[in-house]
């Protein structure tokens, strides 16, 4: 199958004219190898079943031998040797060129396994599953990069290449590359269904060598599928694991399984931006529970697409899953984080898009356009709100948002009198 292009592709590019090293994280699956191939030399997969053990051993005695090859060289699943940190970061100190090492990890690996941090030799990236774009399912016809930088950049009238119902089948797909490859709709499905499976029955203990049930973890996950894009609270959570089922479960386990799960990125959590326009009591803080693709959603609460085409409301917050990985694709290169706005007044933002320049915008997740105004106002309300404080604070004005957009799963786009932009999440871009 030919490579498809990831937002990813010249962001590498550029860390490693500037680095001598490169860290490509995220989840297993994700492309991270299929994309750093495209731009290494030299690959050494420590995780070959054939030449595993000898790789393992000589990284033992000699790990410095594990690096000799074309530049740049891919060293894919690092973590598995994590001595391999530091001899990368010696040998970056000493060639004292950019572009020499791609590393690819699919968890993170305690700190307290390598002697230093890498700072300054080994920049860190991080993908994710394919976005809409990636998969040439989105028209991309509207620029992310253009709303930002282009204050008279014209896009109404763009159409979305694809339905809602073409949408609930993307997400319940999921962005994983070998999707695109299956050569049925059904085979399609089945991928996202296996990482599932693997996260609970393998990932989930290989991870930090710790035993830990494939039940309780499906339960975990289960529960925050139950609570996909909301501000639901750990004792929740805790609480939907040992509800139904009677599982045993402390808070100090459930603790420890949900860091697992972040540390194979998989559960992927985003905080709360606090403007001081409200008083501290007002704005909420809890973590919006989030995945790294809304595939895993889906196939832990074991829903199909037929089943959420008569469960729209369940498919909306999925939807703004689906909106916050792609985001987060298209702004890679960008410094971009994502955080949410929400109030005790329920005056919200589904998203707050960050850039590392300060710019930033506000963001709700519309699937239908009966939603859009109700959308619009609370965007507005924000920016208003944000106005009125600045009138009185002198020292540290708050920046105005640079965009009010609601993301549809409709077909047109097009912006509001009130300067509102309504993008069809399929028709978006980097």
Same mark, same amino acid.
């Given at each position: 199958?030919?490579?498809?292009?990831?937002?990813?592709?010249?962001?590498?590019?550029?860390?490693? *004219?500037?680095?001598?090293?490169?860290?490509?994280?995220?989840?297993?699956?994700?492309?991270?190898?299929?994309?750093?191939?495209?731009?290494?030399?030299?690959?050494?997969?420590?995780?070959?079943?054939?030449?595993? *053990?000898?790789?393992? &051993?000589?990284?033992?005695?000699?790990?410095?031998?594990?690096?000799?090859?074309?530049?740049?060289?891919?060293?894919?699943?690092?973590?598995?040797?994590?001595?391999?940190?530091? &001899?990368?970061?010696?040998?970056?100190?000493?060639?004292?060129?950019?572009?020499?090492?791609?590393?690819?990890?699919?968890?993170?690996?305690?700190?307290?396994?390598?002697?230093?941090?890498?700072?300054?030799?080994? #920049?860190?990236?991080?993908?994710?599953?394919?976005?809409?774009?990636?998969?040439?399912?989105?028209?991309?016809?509207?620029?992310?990069?253009?709303?930002?930088?282009?204050?008279?950049?014209?896009?109404?009238?763009?159409?979305?290449?694809?339905?809602?119902?073409?949408?609930?089948? &993307? #997400?319940? @797909?999921?962005?994983?590359?070998?999707?695109?490859?299956?050569?049925?709709? !059904?085979?399609?499905?089945?991928?996202?269904?296996?990482?599932?499976?693997?996260?609970?029955?393998?990932?989930?203990?290989?991870?930090?060598?710790?035993? @830990?049930?494939? $039940?309780?973890?499906?339960?975990?996950?289960?529960?925050?599928?139950?609570?996909?894009?909301?501000?639901?609270?750990?004792?929740?959570?805790?609480?939907?694991?040992?509800? %139904?089922?009677?599982?045993?479960?402390?808070?100090?386990?459930?603790? *420890?399984?949900?860091?697992?799960?972040? $540390?194979?990125?998989?559960?992927?959590?985003?905080?709360?931006?606090?403007?001081?326009?409200?008083?501290?009591?007002?704005?909420?803080?809890?973590?919006? @529970?989030?995945?790294?693709?809304?595939?895993?959603?889906?196939?832990?609460?074991?829903?199909?697409?037929?089943?959420?085409?008569?469960?729209?409301?369940?498919?909306?917050?999925?939807? %703004?899953?689906?909106?916050?990985?792609?985001? $987060?694709?298209?702004?890679?290169?960008?410094?971009?984080?994502?955080?949410?706005?929400?109030? @005790?007044?329920?005056?919200?933002?589904?998203?707050?898009?960050?850039?590392?320049?300060?710019?930033?915008?506000?963001?709700?997740? !519309?699937?239908?356009?009966?939603?859009? %105004?109700?959308? &619009?106002?609370?965007?507005?309300?924000?920016?208003?709100?944000?106005?009125?404080?600045?009138?009185? %604070?002198?020292?540290?004005?708050?920046?105005?948002?640079?965009?009010?957009?609601?993301?549809?799963?409709?077909?047109?786009?097009?912006?509001?009198?009130?300067?509102?932009?309504?993008?069809?999440?399929?028709?978006?871009?980097?």
């Amino acid at each position: 199958m030919e490579y498809l292009k990831r937002t990813a592709d010249l962001f590498l590019s550029d860390m490693l *004219d500037a680095f001598g090293a490169v860290l490509i994280e995220g989840p297993k699956w994700c492309g991270k190898t299929t994309t750093a191939e495209q731009q290494s030399n030299s690959v050494l997969k420590l995780q070959d079943p054939d030449m595993r *053990d000898e790789y393992l &051993a000589t990284a033992e005695t000699k790990p410095s031998y594990l690096l000799q090859g074309a530049t740049p060289r891919l060293i894919d699943e690092w973590q598995d040797a994590p001595m391999i940190w530091d &001899a990368v970061r010696t040998a970056v100190d000493n060639r004292r060129e950019p572009g020499q090492f791609i590393l690819t990890g699919s968890n993170k690996v305690d700190r307290k396994k390598t002697h230093h941090s890498g700072t300054g030799r080994i #920049a860190k990236m991080k993908m994710l599953p394919m976005s809409l774009w990636e998969s040439n399912e989105s028209s991309g016809q509207i620029s992310i990069h253009e709303l930002f930088d282009n204050p008279n950049y014209e896009f109404g009238g763009n159409l979305s290449s694809l339905t809602v119902e073409n949408l609930i089948f &993307a #997400a319940c @797909r999921g962005g994983w590359p070998a999707s695109l490859k299956a050569r049925t709709p !059904k085979a399609k499905l089945m991928i996202a269904q296996n990482y599932v499976n693997s996260v609970c029955s393998e990932d989930i203990s290989r991870i930090d060598d710790k035993q @830990r049930m494939e $039940k309780l973890t499906r339960r975990i996950l289960y529960a925050y599928a139950r609570n996909i894009s909301t501000l639901a609270k750990s004792s929740s959570l805790l609480k939907d694991v040992t509800g %139904e089922e009677s599982i045993e479960c402390s808070r100090t386990t459930f603790d *420890d399984y949900v860091s697992a799960l972040e $540390k194979l990125f998989v559960i992927q959590d985003i905080d709360a931006w606090c403007p001081a326009i409200r008083s501290k009591t007002a704005i909420r803080s809890t973590p919006k @529970r989030c995945f790294c693709d809304p595939s895993i959603a889906v196939s832990a609460l074991g829903l199909s697409p037929e089943s959420l085409k008569i469960q729209l409301k369940t498919f909306g917050f999925i939807f %703004e899953q689906m909106c916050i990985r792609d985001l $987060k694709a298209y702004t890679i290169d960008m410094g971009s984080h994502i955080s949410y706005y929400h109030d @005790r007044y329920g005056l919200e933002a589904d998203i707050v898009l960050h850039l590392a320049d300060g710019r930033y915008a506000l963001i709700e997740c !519309k699937l239908g356009s009966s939603e859009i %105004e109700k959308g &619009a106002e609370h965007l507005l309300e924000i920016r208003r709100l944000i106005v009125e404080k600045n009138k009185t %604070e002198n020292q540290m004005p708050i920046r105005e948002p640079d965009l009010l957009i609601i993301l549809t799963g409709g077909k047109i786009a097009y912006t509001r009198d009130d300067g509102v932009k309504i993008i069809p999440l399929a028709a978006l871009r980097p």
